[in-house]
């Protein structure tokens, strides 16, 4: 399966402040994603990167709180803007190797502490 | 509206033994099912997956048992080993948006020596 890499694995931020977290995998793959995952709480998708378009947003997360990039196949980029402490979470991105395949291979995830 | 329900935030087996995890959903539409597995600061890891077409998919030491009339499935992790010992997650999805999961609460199983 696809390797994934995030950066920052983990950062600190304070709230009104913004942070670009970076996914970068070793192939080219047809569908990107972001999730998020609350203290004590499951994933929930946030997001469809797709290549070349605007990202699809799940109901309850909006483009200009969570802006996404995904320039290439094999690259995207999550922001988190305008930060609370309600943000504290840890962040995802997941692949989907073949298209329509279901199962997802996901990154190491970045944890974000919002002080 | 919790769609996907993991009913047992723990499980604690001895090593050798088995280790059942139960997952309840409620959406009829679901199709198509996977478990993962999550170990302390990484992403979760793919284990097995089920399509609704089957009710058991077999791989090496995990088995998935999918009872549509119930709404129900299970992983089956036989036998059990220490370094088994993670937070597992069911999760569903259906054809018409394949790309998107939807996760259970997960359950963590420690397997003890």
């Known amino acids: 399966s696809a390797v994934i890499s995030q950066k920052p694995s983990r950062d600190i931020c304070q709230r009104g402040t913004s942070l ?10 047809t569908m990107m994603f972001w999730y998020r995952q609350q203290p004590g709480q499951s994933l929930t998708l946030i997001a469809t990167a797709n290549q070349g378009s605007e990202a699809t947003y799940e109901s309850g997360f909006v483009i200009d709180k969570f802006p996404i990039s995904r320039p290439n196949l094999t690259f ?12 504290s979470s840890i962040y995802l991105c997941s692949v989907e190797e073949r298209q329509s395949s279901y199962e997802q291979y996901f990154g190491p995830g970045t944890r974000l502490t919002v002080t | 509206d919790q769609q996907v329900k993991q009913n047992s935030p723990s499980l604690s087996v001895q090593e050798g033994r088995i280790s059942i995890l139960n997952c309840d959903y409620t959406n009829s539409m679901f199709d198509y099912f996977l478990w993962y597995k999550k ?18 998919n077999e791989d090496g030491r995990f088995t998935v048992f999918l009872n549509k009339s119930a709404k129900h499935l ?11 010992s993670a937070v597992y997650f069911c999760a569903a999805s259906t054809s018409s ?9 997960g359950t963590t199983l420690q397997v003890k020596p």
């Open chain 1, 20 to 29: 670009t977290i970076q996914c970068q995998v070793d192939s080219q793959v």
């Open chain 2, 39 to 56: 170990y302390p600061a990484e992403g979760p890891t793919f284990l097995i997956s089920i399509s609704s077409i089957k009710d058991k």
């Open chain 2, 74 to 84: 299970s992983l089956h992790i036989v036998p059990s080993q220490p370094g088994d």
């Open chain 1, 76 to 87: 995207s980029t999550l922001t988190v803007s305008n930060m609370s402490p309600e943000d």
């Open chain 2, 97 to 105: 948006n394949t790309g998107k999961l939807i996760f259970g609460q």
